[in-house]
């Protein structure tokens, strides 16, 4: 649904409510100058009134379309800051060439204009803003003593051309330090949520390997036996180990395994699908937790990971070097511990190692589990 206010991007709609924000303080001028001008403080016609306050009306309806069409995104400074500021500038330089008595208040205008900046410009934009609108009412003060000469004091021109000067300028050094410190504000807050992005991924992968810790390894096991004890499709437990990885190490060095088992666990997650993981369970012994409903379907992703890792050729070592691995490979029981589930894996991996290396062994659960499990479920 269409909102006013809103935008699916984040920023856009930053940039929305700021415009809005201009808007208000737009309306409010335009309803101190209508009763100034009731006042008789006011020199423009009441047909000139209503033109320009409709032609600031449409300016703003124009730079609104802009952003929701997303037209601004175009341009260096999608916030559109100092257009917005020009343009209001503008508008004060006019308000002060039709006002007379109360000329030094509407001064204000050009004070309410520069807060704005404070959101985007930095020190050089402001200083060419106020150049600008000194100039600019400059100016006025000019065609206001060629055309209507009675209307002003010189003198108290000058001095609120002075002081506007002084005010600018203070203001446009405290506003470019502020949006500073703003800017340096949200790079603290860009780079404390990266470093919290990092410590929450080193709370959760393996450094070496790049894929979930141990400690991870238990939370995804505690969530895959939580949905299997509500009775959806049950998952089967892998741990695996290289064979002989201890010579590796001693003939290549320590780096040269962590190549080895950086390559092996690469190739294992690129062979599996999204829902199964990988995980570090300790040295150089893996899991891999696979979402099977079916045992023969993990058990042949099993034997494939077996293969694979006997066939892969490691840059910088001898053509015919080559790894294999072990592996203990079972099915979760609803509503028996982990610490059960993990215990078998591990028992039918110390078979596979005893019986030759480079094999799988599958052990399955003890009848009488599957027997109450199913008689829990039912």
Known sequence: ?????????????????????????????????????????????????????????????????????????????????????????????????????????????????????????????????????????????????????????????????????????????????????????????????????????????????????????IRILEREKSLADRGQASFSFCILDLDDFKHVNDTFGHQVGDTVLRTLVQTIQSNIREQDYVARYGGEEFVVILAYPDMEEAVACAERIKSLAASIVFPGLPEDFRITISMGLTRYVPLESIDTLIGRADTALYRAKTNGKNRLVMEKPPRYEIMCAERSIA
Not at 73 to 84: A, C, E, N, V
Not at 87 to 116: C, E, N
Not at 151 to 172: G, H, K, M, T
Not at 186 to 196: C, G, P, R, T
Request: hydrophobic share 55%.
């Open 1 to 217: 649904m269409f909102s006013i206010l809103q935008d699916e991007n984040p920023n856009q709609a930053l940039r929305i409510r700021r415009f809005f924000m201009a808007f208000s303080a737009y309306l409010m001028w335009m309803m101190l100058i209508t009763y100034c001008y009731y006042q008789g403080w006011f020199r423009m016609s009441l047909y000139g009134l209503i033109v320009t306050n409709v032609a600031v009306l449409a300016l703003n309806l124009a730079i609104y379309l802009v952003f929701r069409t997303g037209l601004n995104k175009r341009f260096k400074d999608p916030s559109l800051t100092m257009y917005q500021m020009i343009q209001a500038t503008f508008g004060a330089m006019i308000v002060a060439y039709y006002t007379d008595q109360v000329r030094g208040i509407v001064l204000l205008l050009y004070l309410v204009v520069f807060i704005f900046g404070v959101f985007r410009l930095q020190l050089r934009q402001f200083f060419i803003l106020a150049l600008y609108a000194l100039t600019g009412y400059g100016y006025v003060i000019v065609l206001l003593l060629a055309n209507h000469p009675h209307r002003i004091n010189f003198q108290e021109a000058i001095l609120y051309w002075i002081v506007l000067a002084a005010v600018l300028s203070w203001f446009a050094a405290i506003g470019s330090y502020i949006n500073h410190l703003r800017e340096k504000l949200v790079k603290a807050n860009f780079e404390l949520s990266q470093a919290n992005e990092r410590i929450r991924q080193s709370a959760i992968i393996d450094e070496l390997t790049g894929v979930f810790n141990r400690r991870q390894m």
